[in-house]
């Protein structure tokens, strides 16, 4: 898109509850065509729908990252900032789909180019994003300074908000009005407020970015009309989701932005303030009991927020659109250009850059040009919907850019197999927001024609999906809070005399409030003592709880600078399987994207943290485990890197990739056919990879020693969804019938009722096939056998194994020759050398 010389662009500026994006949906209907660009998802949903009830379906388009529905005669788009169709070099799109003109354009909540993390995008759509008849540029007032230096050919329109806006103060859970909405800056808190008012009030709606548009949408639809009197919701509700809101109530005024615990600043404020009150309505806005350490509203707040003064923006963060695609240097040094005007500030660096960087640190994809550099870079726009970071995102762009890098397309049975894993509903609330977040990455790539062979298919198959985790998040947030927080939470919120109680931790974790014990805080624990459910003393457990958080950040804080020494790798009673600090669990490992890259779920325990503490000490867990698999299965995570090198050959990437899944260890008759197509070349790469092409199994030597058994163990039982079998004892040559057949399926192979480590049974079925080949008489090497302790009949079961059959007393080869008659070995004769041998002993 790009304006005539007469096209008008508009700046539309003023507070919330002004109808600009009313406006905008008007004016763009009243066009042949036109694009809306928003900050999220949920609106440019709820707008597309009201597009859609004006006129109709097959005119409408909606494009997000996660949804994509464009009928081919549609002339309306409604889209995320990101996904807005903007022609130019700089975007992550290239389809016929991202370069149409449209006659109008609009971008929603333009201010938020000030926004660290997604500011140059607002920024570059705010410069580029018009349309050939009209342009609307829409935000707050703040944004009157820029507009003026960037375009100062635009027409600025102020509007006055509708109704009044005033400050009502503080109120309890109990008290608060009907109509209100009450906005948390956590999942958990969204939740735990929500079943208080269910309880006490009769019920409450719920607005979050976790759930489903359908979800969201039911949520909605039951608060407008009338079936409960209130909306618990996170900040998402500032942007543009109009409700009948006359009260807003702040459960916080502090969020975490993702790298820092902040106050609000006060246009934050105001954007969430402003949804009480709509049309000729007065709304208010107030705080729900908050403790004196997080304060409530200052004077110059509530004045700023109720007269809509705003410090103005004199800076917003910019990123070079015109990309040159020489090759992939060429290409990060346009993305890293300064701008030249002192209003445009360079943006910090974001996910894909970050990703690109990391990527072309390899040769091979830093020579990349042209038209692969453009494919490297639209991969490099997968977003980060896990929050893992770039080192870990960098793993799935490097992995699609070696399908789609020379045109090729992402595999489907990998995809499948993707999104079957995430469909599935069972699990607590970390995992299903962790699958979530996983299944939006997927439902991305099925929005790339140019990724998948099969998009409209796929895409419907992780829109499914998504819909069934968010309405699963929501019922296992709802029941879980139903028993556990909700009355501590009541409590906090509802009584305030207790906070100046002083709350003491002693040495040895004893909790008193004042002069009486109540519980016990073990690692981030906190156990009640059975005394404190004496009426008398529910209001110390209150004080407590809300207490205890210093003393709970001050052990995070201590335990994060820890060495790696400190944590281990622990097994509860249920088999679950965790990283312990000395006896405390402190996370769970589960099913994460393969074998070698387990996801980390922290315990219950550290709830209580805060985010930033919660995530911090997670990122350090998660730092631990990646330490101990790269220490004890770094030759399994080389075997897992050759069986996806496109310089492997294929033969090579076919074996390596069984071994893998197996976790280093196959019988080798389950290889036999990949093991057939093996050149010279591959089995000396092989060789160099550490990998035993043994004559029983297929192994890596080094993951036979205790501790990488151990991980192995590990790793497997949470992928397949068991508990942690029970492991041999270290150095075992052979087990009993009574091993866990599961732990010693690790290094052992069975033998009749023993199980023979698969080294040492390699040793003998090498000995009796180097004995066969040199034409000897006894294939069973007795000293080694005797050493390990083999009886009779797991000697023959061994020996048919290796490929030898009794016949009589001998042993005869079951080859293509028959043996020669003086080549026989005698089973008696191999058990008397083994009597001879015991005797020496």
């Known amino acids: 898109m790009a304006p005539r010389s007469d096209a008008p662009v508009r700046a539309i500026l003023g507070p919330t509850n002004t109808g600009k994006t009313h406006l905008a949906i008007e004016r763009m209907c009243g066009h042949s065509s036109g694009v809306i660009g928003f900050p999220l998802r949920l609106l440019a949903r709820a707008v597309y729908d009201r597009v859609v009830a004006m006129k109709g379906e097959k005119q409408v388009a909606l494009l997000t990252g996660e949804e994509r529905i464009v009928p081919p005669s549609a002339r309306y788009f409604l889209c995320t900032a990101e996904s807005m169709p903007v022609t130019g070099v700089g975007e992550h799109h290239h389809d016929s789909d991202m370069q149409r003109d449209f006659a109008f354009a609009a971008i929603d909540e333009a201010q938020l180019g000030i926004d660290p993390e997604r500011g140059h995008v607002f920024t570059d759509r705010m410069l580029r994003a018009w349309g050939r008849e009209e342009t609307l540029i829409l935000g707050s007032e703040s944004l009157k300074p820029i507009v003026r230096e960037l375009l100062p050919k635009a027409e600025i329109v102020t509007r006055p908000r509708f109704s009044t806006l005033r ?114 309505r007065d709304g208010s806005f107030g705080t729900l009991g908050l403790t004196q350490e997080s304060g409530g509203f200052t004077d110059g707040e509530i004045e700023a927020i109720e007269d809509h003064r705003f410090r103005p923006l004199d800076f917003v963060y910019w990123r070079n659109a015109d990309l040159d695609f020489t090759d992939v240097r060429a290409l990060i040094a346009s993305l890293e250009r300064k701008p030249d005007d002192p209003m445009l500030r360079p943006a910090p660096e974001a996910i894909d850059l970050a990703v690109l960087k990391l990527i072309a640190e390899d040769p091979a994809i830093v020579a990349r040009k042209g038209v692969q550099a453009r494919r490297l870079w639209a991969v490099c726009g997968l977003p980060d919907f896990r929050k893992v970071g770039p080192m870990h995102h960098a793993r799935m762009v490097r992995r699609l850019f070696s399908y789609i890098g020379e045109g090729g397309h992402v595999p489907h049975e990998w995809f499948a197999a993707e999104v079957a ?15 979530l977040a996983g299944i939006r990455s997927w439902a991305y790539i099925a929005h790339r024609a140019d990724w998948l062979k099969e998009p409209p ?112 790798l622990a097994t509860e009673e249920n088999g679950g399987i965790g990283v312990a600090w000395g006896e405390h669990i402190l996370a769970r490992l589960a099913a994460g994207r393969s074998l070698l890259e387990p996801a980390l779920r922290t315990a219950r325990a550290l709830d209580r943290l805060s985010a930033q503490s919660r995530a911090t000490l997670r990122a350090r867990l998660e730092r631990w485990v990646e330490a101990q698999v790269q220490r004890h299965l770094h030759p399994l995570e080389q075997l897992a890197a050759a069986a996806t090198d496109p310089a492997s050959s294929p033969g090579v990437r076919a074996l390596a990739a069984m071994l893998t899944d197996a976790g280093g260890l196959l019988p080798r008759k389950t290889a036999l056919s990949a093991i057939s197509h093996l050149e010279q070349a591959d089995r000396q790469a092989l060789h160099k990879l550490r990998v035993r092409l043994g004559p029983l199994d297929v192994f890596l030597p080094p993951l036979l020693k205790p501790a990488a058994q151990q991980w192995r163990a590990a790793l497997l039982s949470v992928r397949q969804g068991q508990s942690m079998p029970v492991l041999p004892a270290a150095g075992a040559a052979t087990l009993g019938p009574d091993a866990d057949p599961r732990g010693a399926a ?47 009949e797991a000697l023959g079961r061994l020996m048919n194994d290796i490929g030898f059959t009794r016949a009589g007393d001998a042993w005869r080869w079951r080859g293509r020759r028959s043996p020669r008659r003086d080549q026989r070995g005698s089973t008696s004769h191999a058990f008397a050398e083994l009597a001879k041998l015991k005797k020496k002993t």
């Open 421 to 435: 894993r995430l469909d599935n509903m069972s699990g607590d609330i970390e995992a299903l927001a962790d699958r």
């Open 746 to 792: 690790l290094a052992y192979r069975r033998a009749g009722r023993t199980w023979v480590r698969v080294d040492l049974a390699d040793r003998l079925a090498s000995h009796a096939r180097k004995v066969r080949s040199a034409g000897g008489t006894e294939p069973v090497d007795a000293e080694l056998a005797t050493s390990i302790g083999l009886d009779e």
């Open 167 to 280: 400050y009502g103060g503080s109120v309890k859970l109990s008290r608060l009005p009907p109509r209100s909405a009450v906005v948390a800056f956590s999942a958990e808190q969204v939740y735990a407020l929500a079943e208080m008012l269910r309880r006490f009030r009769g019920g409450a709606a719920v607005v979050m970015g976790a759930l489903s548009p359908a979800t969201r949408n039911a949520q909605v639809a039951m608060f407008q009309r009338g079936e409960v009197d209130y909306l618990v919701a996170t900040d998402a509700i500032g942007m543009g989701l109009n409700m009948d809101v006359t009260h807003v109530a702040f459960a916080g005024l502090e969020k975490f932005d993702g790298r820092r615990e902040r106050r609000l600043t006060i246009a934050e404020m105001a954007q969430i303030a402003g949804r009480a009150g709509r049309h000729q």
């Open 457 to 568: 298919k796929w895409a419907e198959r992780t829109r499914e999906v998504e819909a069934r985790l968010s309405d699963a998040l929501h019922e296992r947030l709802t029941q879980r809070f139903v028993d556990r927080r909700t009355a501590v939470l009541v409590r906090d919120i509802g009584a305030r005399g207790s906070d100046a109680l002083p709350v003491t931790v002693s040495a040895d974790g004893e909790v008193s409030v004042g002069p009486e014990p109540i519980g016990h805080l073990s690692g981030f624990e906190f156990r009640v003592d059975p005394s404190t459910r004496l009426a008398d003393k529910r209001l110390l457990l209150a004080a407590a709880e809300r207490r205890l958080g210093d003393e709970l950040e001050r052990r995070a804080t201590a335990l994060i600078e820890e060495p790696d020494e400190t944590f281990s």
